[in-house]
């Protein structure tokens, strides 16, 4: 059997649920071991990885690396270098009732019926609406 090339990959867990998978590809000259190329590649991931590290700080949600920081806030990650202050948090998911004003098509409006069925103050969202896309029509 004849080598020509090998590879080696590593996946590194980074806390918080991420992870980052480093490779290297190696393409052998006539009479290297293969042997030694995968020890030589297992050995630059490693290095690399020790390198350029990225740590989680499982109580901030924060993420360092060299001179960023980045910030989990929700589900949006913001990067910015670490003399600048993070950008505020994003706008929290629409209420129900925001939800319900903010229907263009009455098919998606019709959806909330049983929502609003129990509620007044939602009802009169539901009315409002309805009222406001039937005279569109």
Known sequence: MKFT???YQKTFNLGSYQSERIGVEIELSEGESPKEALDTAKQLVEEYHKENIKVAEP???EI???NEIKVNIGEVLYDFPKDKTPPPPPK???TISEQIASC???KILES???IVKKNP???EVYNQTMD???NKN
């Open 64 to 66: 360092y690396l060299e």
């Open 132 to 134: 406001k896309l039937t």
């Open 59 to 61: 109580t901030t949600g």
């Open 104 to 106: 263009t098509d009455i």
């Open 121 to 123: 103050d939602l009802q």
């Open 112 to 114: 909330y019926k049983l």
């Open 92 to 94: 929290q998911n629409p």
């Open 5 to 7: 090339q090998v590879s």
